[in-house]
Nanobody
Framework: QVSLVESGGGWVHAGDSLRLSCIAS????????VAWFRQAPGDQRVFVCS????????YYPDSVKGRFTISKDNAKNTVYLQMNSLRPQDTALYYC????????????WGRGIQVTVSS
């Protein structure tokens, strides 16, 4: 069983960049596909992006494509989310999640980290 802890959140201005980290313990992240989700106040949790077990194939919806980059360092047991050109609508609680099959619903979740983007 893997445990996940997010870090790197904070408060930034629109147009700024931020990098989130998701550090795993208890198991190797090479055994899991990993995804980032986010939840804004009053909204449902939504998918942000994902990366496969090996870390060589990522998927992005149109809402973040070209601005966000997910990467995976299995040697460090860490997944990163590089967020560029941030917008106020990116403000949310960001969650890291892992699943051995890479299928929804993901089995393992971090507690989340707040990202706030001011205009």
């Amino acid at each position: 069983q893997v445990s996940l802890v997010e870090s790197g959140g904070g408060w930034v201005h629109a147009g700024d960049s931020l990098r989130l980290s998701c550090i795993a313990s208890g198991d190797s992240l090479s055994n899991y596909a990993v995804a980032w989700f986010r939840q804004a106040p009053g909204d449902q949790r939504v998918f942000v992006c994902s990366i496969n077990h090996a870390g060589d194939n990522a998927y992005y919806p149109d809402s973040v494509k070209g601005r966000f980059t997910i990467s995976k360092d299995n040697a460090k047991n860490t997944v990163y989310l590089q967020m560029n050109s941030l917008r106020p609508q990116d403000t949310a609680l960001y969650y890291c999640a892992a699943d051995p099959k890479g299928e929804h619903p993901f089995d393992y979740w971090g507690r989340g980290i707040q990202v706030t983007v001011s205009s």
